[in-house]
Every structure is written in structure tokens, then in C-alpha cells.
């Protein structure tokens, strides 16, 4: 606000200050009995046009343009600038010979050459800013991650709270990388007006408290920028590709995209279904009947770990605990369900 009040009146001097002289200008040339019309009428447009679009003109223009700078990885715009250098130092020996040359060919060919040169070259290095730097990028986050790897949290992850169980129990080695972006994710959704998202925001905010409190493994926050165009899922597969790490999710279309761009991914929820108890053909257990079947007859259970149980014939027995024995196991991409009869006395 300051600024653009300091903007305003400087603006104003300006400007006014610039329509006063043109004032004066023109009553020289058209007569001296338009001086007072002519410099007051156009200080006073400078006055106004000063108050008004200085502002946009420094302040406001300023901001866009740092915001747009801090949009752009820091990893594109060191490539740029070295592609430039490079594109120059090519330029420079070519323009020895050109330089040489009659007329205002000696002096136009060495500065289009090196502007072309430099365009050039810091667009070709732009675009390749993974290969430069991705020794740099991997060095930076490397430490604990030389055992097990980057692990890079999707907020799905964050959100579903099991990661901090699993990461307790010493199986997750390397160390967890929390890119800034995914902060900023969750912090809208804390925020959000609807009550079940602001309560799952919530969640995985405290998730990420519980995580520095209370595991032992390296956890690192990611300062990387919003790059335009790309969605959160997209930004963390790229992330993840510069960094030669994997990514921690429950979401099943992240999962699929990160496998396409060959980016290790380490879902939640195949790895709980595959730690559940096998469950053997004739093998009896007890299970409490919670409610019938999508068929006639059918009960349905649950195991402790959640898994599904359908009983037949066991319509009967709902809210009732039931000796059954297992018939067979069917296991799906959500989890495995288990098919039993009653126990015959």
C-alpha cells in the first residue's frame, strides 16, 4: 500500500512536471496568450494520468513480473543463462572474421550473430535443464537418501495417515521429500468451506506434524516453484523424475501416470492387501454377520483387517456371530474377498 501510495505521488511529479514544460513548449510555438490554458491543462493531465497509472506502470508491474520470474524453476533459469553464455562465447568466435568486413555489413552480421546465437542457446539448454542439473538436483537431496531413495508424499498419502505407521516401523528407509506445492494443496483444502474437505485437510496437516514428531526418517521440504500449465499430480511426477525418486500415494490414476513416465511408485494400498492374512480353503474362523448379501441368502462379514467375508446361507445369522469355514479367496485391485458357508455342528 505504501508503495503504491510513494509510486502515485512520484508518478504524479512527473508527469506534471513533464506536462508543464510541453505546456510551455507549445506556447512558444502557437503564442503567448495560450501559455496559461496550455500548461495548465496539461499539468493537470499529467497530474492526473500520474495518480492514476503509476502504479501499473512500477509497483503493480514489478510484481507480476517477479511473480512470473519465481514461476519458472530455478534449475530452467540457470540452464537458460549457461545456454546464453555458451551460445555467446560461439558467437564471439565467429564474429572475429565478420567483424572484418566493409560497411555496415562489419558491424550489423557480429550483432544479429550474437543475439541469434544467444536465443539459441539458452532455449536448446532450457529445454534440456534435467540432464544439466540433474546431478545437481539428486547431490542436494541426497544424504539418508543414498540407502532408500527420495520418497515424495502425494496428498493423498499424507491424508490417508498410514504412511506415518509404516514409516515407524522401520521398513521405509531413504527420505521423505515434501514438495512445497503439495503444502500449499493441503492448505487450501484446511481451508476449503466445504466441512468434510476442510476436516481432511486438517488431517493431513496433522499427519505431517506427527511425521516430524515422531519418525526417525530424514523428512525434507522441497522449495520448488508452480510451474504453469501443470497440474499438482503432473508437477509431482516431473519432480519426482528430476530427483530420480519415487512417489508415496493412494491415488489410483497417479499411480497409473507415474508407471507410464517410469517413475517408481509405492502405493499404500498394495501394500496394506498385500500384508493381509492368507486365508486357506476349509480353514474355519468366526465372523460376526453385519448385514445380507447382494444375493439371496448371502451374509455379509468383515475380518479385523477389514477384509470382506460373504457368507451363503448367511442372511439368517445378521448381528449374530457365526462359526464358518472358507471355501475360496477371491482377490481384487481393491483388496481380497473371502467366501465361506456356515459350519455344519
Known sequence: MVAEIVARLIGAAILATGGWRLGEYVSEVWGPQLYVPWVLGLTTLGLVIGLLAAPYLS????????GQIESIPTSRILSTILGAVLGLLVALLLSIPLSRLSGWL???LPVAISIAFAYIGGFLLSRRERDVFSGVISDDLSGDAAVGGNIL????????GRIADIT???????TIVIPSFILDELRHIADSSDSLRRARGRRGLEMLNRLRQETEIPIRVFDVSHRNGLEVDAMLVD??????????????????VAQIHGVPVLNVNDLANSLKPVVLPGEGMTVRVV??????????GFLDDGTMVVIEGGNRYVNRDLD???TRMLQTTTGSIVFAQPKRS
Not at 515407524?168 to 531413504?174: A, E, K, N, P, V
Not at 519426482?240 to 508415496?248: L, P, T, V, Y
Not at 448385514?291 to 455379509?300: F, H, L
Open 59 to 66: 509497483v503493480r508491474f514489478a510484481k507480476n513480473l517477479v
Open 106 to 108: 562489419g558491424l550489423i
Open 153 to 160: 508424499l502425494d496428498t493423498s498419502a499424507i491424508i490417508d
Open 168 to 174: 515407524q516401523t522401520g521398513f521405509l528407509r531413504g
Open 239 to 256: 519432480v519426482a523424475k528430476e530427483m530420480n525418486g519415487s512417489i508415496a500415494t493412494t491415488d489410483y490414476n497417479l499411480n497409473k
Open 291 to 300: 448385514q445380507e448379501g447382494k444375493e439371496p441368502g448371502q451374509g455379509v
Open 324 to 326: 464358518v469355514l472358507v
